[in-house]
């Protein structure tokens, strides 16, 4: 099972898990488009910063959905709008 890894902040992951955030962001650099252009996934894990193992409570398993290209402006990426990978977190 192919299982593609995501560590999160906090504030993210939280917003994820209580459903608030329907997408998370990673810009379209050429790393994100090896990982993610072709490529086929099972489910996605998202993860709480970087937990020990086991720590089940700072991960969140859900179903590949996959993704989108798109333009956004987020404080993250800076004040300029920027190309992002919109991977699917929705439940």
């Given amino acids: 099972m192919r299982t593609l890894v995501l560590p999160l902040k906090g504030e993210y992951f939280d917003a994820i898990k209580a459903g608030i955030k329907p997408e998370e962001f990673r810009a379209a ?17 998202l993860t709480r910063g970087y937990p020990k193992r086991g720590d089940d409570a700072r991960r969140l398993v859900l179903p590949w959905k996959g993704y989108r290209l798109t333009t956004i402006v987020h404080p993250h990426f800076g004040a300029d709008p920027v190309e992002v990978f919109a991977i699917d977190v929705s439940r």
Avoid at 30 to 44: A, M, T, V
């Fill in 29 to 45: 650099t050429p790393y994100w488009r090896r990982r993610l252009d072709g490529q086929s996934f099972d489910q996605i894990e």
